[in-house]
């Protein structure tokens, strides 16, 4: 059952005593800007849907912050990050957009932003070992979440779906790809029957690292909270091959570019399947890791994996791209965002009736649907159960790999048939005092 909207506007009360008496949040201030009553274009302070920031790398200040701030009914309250450089960043990053007197909570413990009783919701974009404890942490803390893909493993994936339901919060796995109108419509066609009954689904996914990378301890940087990056990850020294982007080729932070672009490429295939609360019935495959050094991940992987319906999926590294082949035809593009290819011209010219298959697309991207479905209590278009079934197959095509053998899946179940030793890999152990 959704929750009520009455009960989290009100939150938004606490902003309207600041804006009239200058009263703060302790440990949490909060500037009030010439447009805290609402200027052409800009909803009244009391009106937006606060956000509390988790995370500033690349992605969390290049595209998360900066997709954020320019809507007009959203409010940055709070900037978190272990690297007090990043948080730097990020502040400036808010500067440019509100004004150069603007300032807000920081702090390198991500637990002071969901303490705060008026923050609305949480932009996580952390590594993926952080994605669902603090995303489960910030629901049960009354709190909506958009949060960076992909799952880190099975197990944890099922228990955000669980506490989405639990809680009736609002969840956006963060990828744009449902708000790019050329996946939206290949998954249209191949919905609709275009290419006539789906038999085989090709995707190809990047590969990577194309390094071993240095395994060296080396000295924590001085601004760097180490142990707060590992959080339930296993404790090792700081190495510099790591912090930032380059915890994807660790498999205790990621599941590598088989689970990160996975995440991308993978979503298009399960909505054109029509697979998004499911998945596969059986995954075999192969992979390359580096024998020595600090990555190791499957830099190179080929994966084969059969739907209860008879169709097979093909997942291979080396690039981006997607093949639907059916009875009477296939379509697919080669390369992000690469446009439509298809067998014949009239399956790129097709109308979509009013009577089929329409799937929502939101041009403005995830940021602005998560806004929109805060205020409706409606779920947004990459919802926490159709992130974790998409996660799950890339995590089910890293088992394969890593047992060497044809596993048998239940979807149903999320459960290997008859397979101890895979159903252990489902999920992983978190140190202390991490968990859920």
Known sequence: MKRSTSNRYNRRQLLRRAATAAVGVAAAP??????????????????????GFIGLGGQGIGRNLNMFLPQPDAQAVALCDVDRGRINEGLKA???RYGEDFTCQT??????????????????????????????????????????????????GRVLADTVERYGAVYQTATEDRSIAIYNRMAELVRNGRIGKLTKIYSQLPGGPGN????????????????????????????NGLH?????????????????????????????????????????????????????????????YRYANGVELYVDSGGTGLKFEGTEGWVGNKG????????????????????????????????????????????????????????????????????????????????????AEANRLRGRAMREPWGL
Request: hydrophobic share 35%; aromatic share 8%; proline share 8%.
């Open 30 to 51: 909060y500037a009030i800007t010439s447009t805290a009553l609402g200027a052409i274009g800009v909803a009244p302070a009391s009106e937006r849907i606060t956000v």
């Open 336 to 419: 992000w965002t690469a446009p439509l290819e298809a067998s014949s011209p009239e399956i790129l010219k097709s109308v979509i009736g009013p009577d089929e298959v329409k799937l929502f697309i939101c041009p403005q991207g995830e940021h602005r649907n998560f806004l929109d479905c805060v205020k409706t209590r409606s779920d947004p278009y990459f919802p926490a159960e159709i992130g974790h079934r998409c996660s799950t197959v890339s995590h089910l095509g890293n088992i394969a790999m890593d047992l060497g053998r044809k596993m048998r899946w239940d979807p149903d179940k999320e459960e290997f048939i008859g397979d």
């Open 107 to 156: 702090t390198q413990d991500w637990r002071e932003v969901i303490a705060r009783s008026d923050i609305d919701a949480v932009m996580i974009s952390t590594g993926d070992q952080w994605h669902v404890p603090m995303s489960v942490a910030a629901i049960r803390s009354g709190k909506d979440v958009i949060c960076e893909k992909p799952t880190l493993s099975i197990a944890e």
């Open 212 to 239: 071993p990378g240095d395994a060296t301890p080396k000295p924590v940087p001085t601004n760097l909270d180490w142990d707060m990056w590992l959080g339930p990850a296993p404790w090792k020294p700081f190495r």
């Open 94 to 96: 808010a500067r440019r």
């Open 244 to 304: 930032m982007f380059h915890w994807r080729w660790h498999r205790d932070y990621s599941g590598g570019q088989l689970t990160d672009w996975g995440s991308h490429q993978l979503d298009t295939v399960q909505m054109a399947a029509d697979t998004e609360r499911t998945g596969p019935v059986e995954i075999e495959g192969t992979g390359k890791r580096h024998p020595t050094g600090l990555y190791n991940v499957y830099h190179e992987y080929h994966v084969k």
